[in-house]
């Protein structure tokens, strides 16, 4: 974990989630996520403290545990605010909602309640819509960005972008061979976006500050129409879910290890099913 300045009011906690923060001339800060669980959360205190900076409040950039587990911590300990979109604000309420609708509904087995599905119960003090506003004396602008998770926003400041998981790095690419997505038509809608901008840099949750970011938006954009034109292939030969899922994993190499993995490509496989079927 590294504490890294942007600029001098701005920067990111390294991590497997990265943690954001905006600072006013007071030292107070805006975190923008807050880690998986209470000993990242712990951890990306200390590094803020050791800097003298003080964390008044945490956006949560969209509702999944990874990005909302640590808020607890925050809030337990320095009373910190929880600002959050109106749909996230339902799962950081009532968690179990997330291993929920991964599991179709149906009450989750043991596996899904682990801290990467369960984040711990937060109240969400206040939400935010698109547009600019002021807090802590720092101005910025939300911007949603949909596609990812229901509800996703992301946090413009400086002409900086804080992505959230509006798309993933060529590693990560690598990595999980297909983006989780819930929403095609939405992150079509943001890769678009964001491949028209000019910001100075993107800072998505999972990697780096991208300064030139066109090429990998190119890269996540191109991986959504292969599996699009891959699936809208193989419906047309009445194949069952289980057998398109299957052959969606063989042609694109993915490894499902377990439920929990299993359930998350299924979710953003039954998106490109959702997003053929309407257009």
Not at 17 to 38: P, R, T, W
Not at 247 to 276: E, P, Q, T
Request: glycine share 6%.
């Amino acid at each position: 974990m590294q504490l890294i300045y942007i600029n001098e009011r701005c920067g990111y906690i390294k991590s497997s989630v990265n943690i954001g923060f905006l600072i006013n001339e007071s030292k107070e800060a805006i975190l923008i996520d807050a880690g998986i669980d209470d000993d990242n959360a712990k951890k990306a205190y200390k590094l803020l403290k050791n800097e003298g900076i003080v964390p008044k409040d945490i956006i949560i950039t969209h509702a999944h545990a990874d990005h909302f587990g640590g808020a607890w911590w925050f809030v337990k300990h320095l009373n910190t605010n929880v600002l959050s979109s109106l749909p996230a604000r339902s799962i950081l309420e009532y968690p179990l909602w997330e291993p929920i609708y991964l599991f179709s509904g149906a009450y989750p087995p043991k596996i899904l309640h682990q801290k990467f599905f369960l984040g711990k119960k937060v109240s969400v003090d206040r939400i935010l819509n698109s547009g600019v506003i002021s807090l802590e004396n720092i101005n910025f602008e939300i911007v949603e960005l949909p596609g990812h998770s229901f509800g996703q926003i992301g946090i413009l400041f400086e002409n900086y972008l804080f992505s959230a998981d509006s798309f993933i790095s060529f590693e990560f690419l690598t990595k999980h061979k297909i983006p989780l997505n819930s929403d095609i038509r939405g992150s079509l809608q943001t890769l678009s976006y964001l491949k028209n901008s000019n910001f100075k840099g993107i800072i998505p949750s999972h990697g780096e500050l991208f300064e030139s970011y066109f090429d990998v938006l190119v890269e996540n954009e191109r991986i959504i129409n292969q599996v699009l034109e891959f699936i809208l292939e193989i419906c047309f030969k009445n194949t069952s879910e289980i057998e398109l899922l299957n052959l969606v994993y063989d042609k694109f190499g993915i490894l499902i290890k377990d439920m929990a993995s299993n359930v998350l490509m299924r979710l953003s496989i039954l998106a490109y099913i959702s997003y053929l079927l309407d257009e």
